[in-house]
């Protein structure tokens, strides 16, 4: 699947482009690293490998990245998919979850995570799942851009004791 809008091509991701994801990854460590993401690219390669991931082009050029998969739901977090709403009465065999979007900083804002998340959104959907991400508490930068996309905050928020 490749999506253009305008001057920016999105494509499925090959192993060919994971040395150039790797650069763009590395490049937004610091500041322009959103909190929820604390851990590299070439660590989430690592231990989830290919699944539904995609870069976004402009002029031959890869400039973003968005990486997830699209699996089954777990019965172990169920509780999390039976939140009912009049729109939302059933469960879903199969969960998209975006884990990761990396854009170089001289393209953010340019609608370039739109087009990823979009092209993600467009893989879910021809396989029946809703797409999902998971933002870290005051995460405000990954809050604020899912909302813009039509993300809704559930009202859930999960605790943990070792």
């Avoid at 999506?3 to 991701?13: C, L, P, Y």
């Avoid at 060919?16 to 790797?22: E, G, M, Q, Y």
């Avoid at 082009?57 to 973003?64: A, F, L």
Wanted: glycine share 10%; aromatic share 10%; net charge positive.
């Amino acid at each position: 699947m490749a999506r253009n809008n305008g001057a920016v091509k999105v494509r499925r991701m090959v192993d060919a482009d994971l040395t150039r994801v790797n650069e763009i990854d590395k490049l937004l460590f610091g500041e322009n690293r959103v909190r929820t993401w604390p851990f590299s690219f070439e660590t989430y390669w690592d231990i989830y490998g290919p699944g539904v991931n995609f870069v976004a082009e402009i002029g031959g050029k890869i400039v973003g990245f968005i990486a997830g998969n699209i699996l089954a739901q777990e019965r172990s977090q169920s509780i999390l998919d039976l939140m009912h709403t009049i729109g939302r009465t059933s469960r879903y065999p199969k969960i998209g979850w975006i884990d990761m979007i990396g854009i170089l900083p001289e393209f953010q804002s340019k609608q370039i995570g739109r087009s990823l998340v979009e092209a993600f959104h467009q893989e879910c959907k021809s396989q029946g799942a809703p797409m999902r991400g998971t933002v870290a508490g005051g995460d405000t930068q990954l809050a604020s851009f899912l909302e813009k996309l039509g993300f809704r905050k559930w009202e859930t928020t999960i605790y943990e004791k070792e």
